[in-house]
């Protein structure tokens, strides 16, 4: 089942940038913590950034793209954002939403992996050249 559906992917140039939104199919997302994770080719699944739904709190980066990624939340329009800025190579991947039922405090666990999320978006692509 697709809980989301994500756009915004596409190819840019190292430095450029890029807003991925994810939309959730129903009338809400599946799900009090949400989560952007990115697969790149021959890698895994990493989580790259969540948040919790209520009070947009228990934010989490992964050192990777910390002061550039931003993400946040549309509670009024259901979407859920992912900003990215200065963006390298090595941030080419799929993107994928996540959403599951978590509380704030487990929401920004740098352990909480894609296998604690049961709701999935189908993807969107991100391709950096140098």
């Known amino acids: 089942q697709v809980h989301a559906v994500e756009s915004g992917g596409g190819s840019v140039q190292a430095g450029g940038s890029l807003r991925l939104s994810c939309v959730a199919s129903?009338?809400?997302?599946?799900?009090?913590?949400l989560a952007w994770f990115r697969q790149g080719p021959g890698k895994e699944r990493e989580k790259v950034a969540s948040?919790?739904?209520?009070?947009?709190?228990?934010?989490y980066y992964a050192d990777s793209v910390k002061g550039r990624f931003t993400i946040s939340l549309d509670n009024t329009k259901n979407t859920l954002y992912l900003q990215m800025n200065s963006l390298k190579p090595e941030d080419t991947a799929m993107y994928y939403c996540?959403?599951?039922?978590?509380?704030?405090?487990?929401?920004?666990?740098?352990?909480?992996?894609?296998?604690?999320?049961?709701?999935w978006g189908q993807g969107t692509q991100v391709t950096v050249s140098s």
């Open positions: 996540a959403a599951d039922y978590w509380d704030t405090s487990y929401c920004k666990r740098p352990d909480v992996a894609s296998k604690d999320f049961r709701n």
């Open positions: 129903g009338e809400k997302f599946l799900g009090t913590c």
């Open positions: 948040i919790y739904i209520q009070n947009a709190g228990g934010i």
